[in-house]
């Protein structure tokens, strides 16, 4: 016997819901990461209903494999396959809910839990469906935080990046839409002042630095951050000027 889903529960797009028209889907545009400050997160509400969903089918209320992704043509081939599903899929929307994800770092978190490769993929497959796989949106807010956080280039923003499996194709969309050129100037210039600034109180004044040496210094710790050398030393020679650190 056929148990039906409870009707205060809406058809979750993560359980293979072909009509979209419960739940609106933003553009990639408008994705946050969970920690962004803005309010009315779209995938706050996809996690409340799968937390629904999920207890339903544990509650015994509603059916394993209901609604299952109709990609597969049907649903799953036991309820403890579909079992097996939801407990992982909730695992990785707690993952989601400290902060956003690349699809790479999902699948490793998943890879050292869930041994069948059918299961593995059908998890990704429901979160994709869902609107919580996206690496483009992902990069965006990577790239927003840690320039607001940290004043990182955009060479050092690639490479962590990169490092979290995400794709050239992505990393060059989200860095041409994030802050011009002009921005990541004021950055490099806000960390040179501020290194500036450190070396003079070390040192007593100008006439105590030597600029190779300050120039070595402070630009190897700026092209750590991912500025470029010509950006670099285009800052920093003002700034030095400005202080009125000569040549030894």
């Not at 989601?96 to 790479?104: F, G, K, P, T």
Request: charged letters at 35%.
């Amino acid at each position: 016997m056929q148990m039906r889903r409870p009707s205060r529960l809406r058809p979750m797009r993560l359980w293979g819901m072909a009509n979209s028209s419960t739940m609106k889907h933003p553009h990639k545009s408008e994705c946050q990461s969970p920690h962004s400050a803005g309010e009315g997160d779209w995938r706050e509400g996809v996690i409340e209903e799968l937390a629904e969903h999920i207890a339903a089918i544990e509650a015994g209320e509603a059916a394993p494999g209901e609604g299952s992704n109709p990609h597969r043509g049907g649903v799953f081939r036991d309820s403890d396959t579909e079992k097996a599903v939801v407990k992982e899929c909730r695992y990785v929307l707690g993952l989601l809910a400290h902060r956003s994800r690349s699809e790479a770092e999902i699948r490793v978190k998943l890879a050292g839990r869930v041994c069948d490769e059918e299961v593995l993929e059908e998890i990704m497959r429901r979160l994709d469906g869902a609107g919580l796989i996206d690496d483009e949106a992902f990069a965006r807010a990577w790239i927003e935080q840690r320039r607001a956080h940290k004043l990182l280039g955009t060479a050092a923003l690639r490479r962590e990046l990169e490092g979290k499996g995400v794709s050239s194709r992505d990393i060059n969309t989200a860095l041409e839409e994030a802050a011009p050129y002009d921005s990541e100037k004021e950055r490099c210039q806000t960390l040179a002042r501020e290194r500036l600034a450190k070396e003079l109180r070390k040192s007593g004044g100008a006439e105590s630095l030597d600029r190779g040496a300050v120039l070595r210094r402070i630009g190897g710790a700026l092209a750590r951050r991912g500025y470029s050398e010509n950006l670099t030393l285009f800052v920093l020679n003002r700034e030095l000027d400005a202080a009125g650190v000569t040549w030894s």
